[in-house]
Structures are given as structure tokens and as C-alpha cells.
């Protein structure tokens, strides 16, 4: 049993086991899941993330396994686990804001520090390594919205689930509302978002410009991925990345000080909502892809309605992984469940060192596909992705098992740490 500072403020016993471990797992989850959606980010041009048929070796392959796997990553993984995470960094945030307080320390002097040194690690991995980086927009919307979380659980809950619809209401305006009633800002935006990806380029043909980028030297890389970077951390962040990742930051607020994550709610609770959750959320997106298909994948559709089926579907299915891992995370402390307990701790491993998995990823992932390692950008199906994203998983989990039973944190972890804390890592 171990000492912790509830949302109310008062200190009560609590198991460890189920309190923070839980977190690990659902960490971990979350940075095993969006490695099926970034291998395809990372092996292809991004127009065949959205649209599996506008990609010329692929847009044949739509049919047979290659048609199957990309639905059945599209209706299961596709937003599901980022915004895990995402949830996850928001919890978080209250949870180090607690940690604090009970170490004395001024909660936002802590928080910004940790965001600013993050943000650092965000903008090399962007530029340097990876245009697909989520630690920048992160980071840009853990600083606007830590004031938030003083709020009350249903009102951060409100104010998450409002935030994620404005990128709903963008689209709509830039994609649907006539170009003269469009609000001036939507237009600005997207024009400058437009310029930067494109403008600098000097090229209409954006899919060639990357393959020649991405199969070419790290040089070749440098003339592209800044750009796209610098839309990501700016235009795109303020249309589309802010309400998002912003508003599942603040349901992860919520949702702790509503004790989701300590085991807190009834099992039936949790079960029951995953069993109604999951199923709808993935029935939700399904449907859009059967709506995009009777479209044949025509941009116009696919723009805006044939994108928010998924937009909202993956929502709906994120909260029933949530509560499935809580299920799991109950399980696994109970006595006698001895067997999902062994089976988690690769996963809770992963979550121990999410960072430094995270980077990891795009290290393995960059090396195989792009240039300056093997080069296999665009020679991938998208069933031979799933085989490679298999193999990052497990090596990545019998690394992790085999690290954390030697160190407390990942090496990233522990040199952020003392980065924030000046060398003297809190106890």
C-alpha cells in the first residue's frame, strides 16, 4: 500500500498495483497501437494514409489481403491509439500536478519545465528524424490547457469532447461553406498550411516529391521534412491537432480526477462499457468506409463527411480500450491471476519506457523505409507491414521486460528528468 493524493485532496491508502501500473499498461498499449498507423506514414506518401487507393503501387492493391488489412487497421487502430495516448498524457498532467504538491514543489514551475524540455525532444524528433512526431503538439497544448485542470471532471470532460468538435466545424467551413462565407481565418490557414507543404516544394506531383525525399539520402530527406514539420507544429496544429490532442488531453484530466484510472469504478462498469463502446465505435468508422467506397474514394467525399466517421468512431472506441485495459489491469492484480499478470508485464514495460519506445519506433521504422537506411519507402504492401510492425512489437517488448528489471526509467525518461530537475531526480 502506498500514499496517494486523491482529487479531493486527501491522502488515503491505495495499492500501487492497480493505481499506477494500470497507467503503464494502458501507456503501453497506446505506443504499441499507433505503430500500425505510423509504419504506414512512414513506408508511403501521406495521401495513402487517408486513401488507400491514391497511392499508384497500391491503388491497384486494394483488393484481396492488402483491401482486408487496411479496413481492419482502419476500423481498429486508426486514431484509437493516439488518442489512448493522448488521454493518457492528460492524466498525466494532473497526476505529476499531485506529485507536487505532495513533494512540496510548485505544481506549473514542474509542469513547464517538463513541457519545455519534451517540447525540445519533439522538435529535434520532427525535424531530424520524423515529420509524424506528436510530442510538439503535445506539449504546445499541455502548456495552453494546464490552467484547466483545477476544473471539475465533467466540465474538463465537456470542454475535451467540445474542443474536439471545433476540428469538425473547421473542416466544415473549409471543406463544405462557399468560399465567400468561409470565416477569414479558415481561408488563411489553409493557404498558409498549402504553401508550406507545397510552396517550398516547387512540385504538383506531391507523392513523386516524396518518394524521390524519402528514398533518396538524408540530404534528400532535410529538403522536405522541415517543411512538413513546421505546418504540423503551426497551421496544422491550430486547424486540426490543438482541439484534438487538446481535447483528449482534457478528458485524460477529467477521467482521473474521476478515479477512471485507479481501478475505482465497478468491473461490471468498466466491462459493461467496453462491451457496448468498442463494437459501436468500430461500427461507426466501418460505415465509413463503406460510405468512402460507394464514392470510390472520391476526395470530394472523403474531405469531410467521409472523414468524421472515423473521426468520431475512433473517439468512442479509444474510451472502450480504456475501460477494456482496466478490466485487464484488475485482473492482473488480483491473487491467482497469475497468468494475466505474466502477460502484462511486456506491455507494462513498454509503458514504463513510452518515450524512449516511442523514438525507438521511428529509429527502426525511418532505418527500414527511408534512404539513409534500407530503403524500402513505397516497396511495402500494406500486408507487409503488419509482418514488420509484428516483428518491432516483439522485439521491442523483450527489450523493454529486460531493461526495466534493471533500471526504473527508459533512458530518455531519465535524462528528462534530469533535465527538469536540474540532475536531482525526486524520489
Not at 505506443?31 to 501521406?46: E, H, K, R, V, W
Not at 509542469?111 to 524540455?117: A, E, I, L, S
Request: proline share 4%; aromatic share 16%; glycine share 10%.
Amino acid at each position: 500500500m502506498t500514499q496517494v493524493l486523491d482529487h479531493a485532496g486527501v491522502t488515503a491508502p491505495t495499492p500501487k498495483v492497480q493505481r499506477l501500473e494500470s497507467l503503464d499498461l494502458l501507456r503501453g498499449v497506446g505506443i504499441l497501437g499507433i505503430l500500425l498507423m505510423n509504419t504506414q506514414c512512414m513506408s508511403m506518401p501521406s495521401s495513402a494514409y487517408m486513401n488507400p487507393t491514391d497511392y499508384p503501387p497500391f491503388g491497384d492493391g486494394y483488393t484481396g489481403w492488402n483491401r482486408i488489412a487496411w479496413i481492419v487497421i482502419h476500423v481498429f487502430a486508426d486514431m484509437k491509439f493516439v488518442t489512448i495516448f493522448s488521454i493518457m498524457f492528460g492524466a498525466g498532467i494532473a497526476i505529476q500536478a499531485d506529485r507536487s504538491l505532495v513533494r512540496g514543489r510548485r505544481p506549473w514551475a514542474v509542469h513547464y519545465m517538463r513541457m519545455f524540455v519534451l517540447l525540445l525532444f519533439g522538435v529535434a524528433h520532427a525535424h531530424l528524424l520524423w515529420f509524424g512526431d506528436i510530442l510538439v503538439m503535445y506539449c504546445l497544448s499541455g502548456m495552453i490547457l494546464f490552467p484547466c485542470r483545477a476544473l471539475p471532471a465533467t466540465l474538463l470532460i465537456f470542454l475535451g469532447v467540445s474542443m474536439i468538435a471545433m476540428t469538425t466545424m473547421e473542416s466544415y467551413c473549409e471543406e463544405i461553406m462557399p468560399a465567400p462565407d468561409r470565416p477569414r481565418v479558415v481561408s488563411w490557414l489553409a493557404d498558409t498550411s498549402q504553401a508550406l507543404v507545397y510552396g517550398k516544394v516547387d512540385s504538383e506531383d506531391y507523392p513523386t516529391i516524396e518518394e524521390d525525399s524519402y528514398r533518396g539520402g538524408y540530404a534528400a530527406e532535410m529538403r522536405d521534412r522541415p517543411w512538413i514539420s513546421l505546418e504540423n507544429e503551426t497551421t496544422s496544429f491550430l486547424r486540426d491537432w490543438f482541439w484534438r490532442y487538446g481535447g483528449d488531453i482534457l478528458i485524460g484530466m477529467g477521467l482521473y480526477k474521476m478515479r477512471f484510472f485507479h481501478g475505482a469504478w465497478p468491473r461490471q462498469a468498466y466491462s459493461g462499457l467496453a462491451a457496448f463502446l468498442i463494437p459501436a465505435g468500430c461500427m461507426v468508422t466501418f460505415v465509413g468506409v463503406l460510405y468512402n467506397e460507394s464514392n470510390n474514394w472520391d476526395w470530394a467525399y472523403l474531405t469531410f463527411f467521409g472523414e468524421q466517421f472515423n473521426y468520431w468512431g475512433s473517439l468512442i472506441t479509444a474510451f472502450g480500450y480504456l475501460c477494456l485495459g482496466n478490466v485487464v489491469a484488475i485482473l492482473a492484480a488480483e491473487h491467482g491471476r497469475w497468468i494475466i499478470a505474466k502477460a502484462v508485464i511486456p506491455v507494462r514495460a513498454i509503458g514504463k519506457t513510452a518515450l524512449s519506445n516511442y523514438i525507438m519506433q521511428t529509429l527502426i521504422g525511418t532505418t527500414i523505409f527511408y534512404g539513409h537506411g534500407f530503403g524500402y519507402y513505397g516497396y511495402v504492401s500494406r500486408v507487409g507491414l503488419v509482418g514488420i510492425t509484428v516483428c518491432i512489437w516483439i522485439f521491442q517488448m523483450i527489450v523493454s521486460t529486460i531493461y526495466v528489471r534493471h533500471f526504473k526509467q527508459g533512458p530518455l525518461e531519465w535524462l528528462w528528468h534530469r533535465a527538469v530537475y536540474f540532475g536531482k531526480v525526486p524520489a
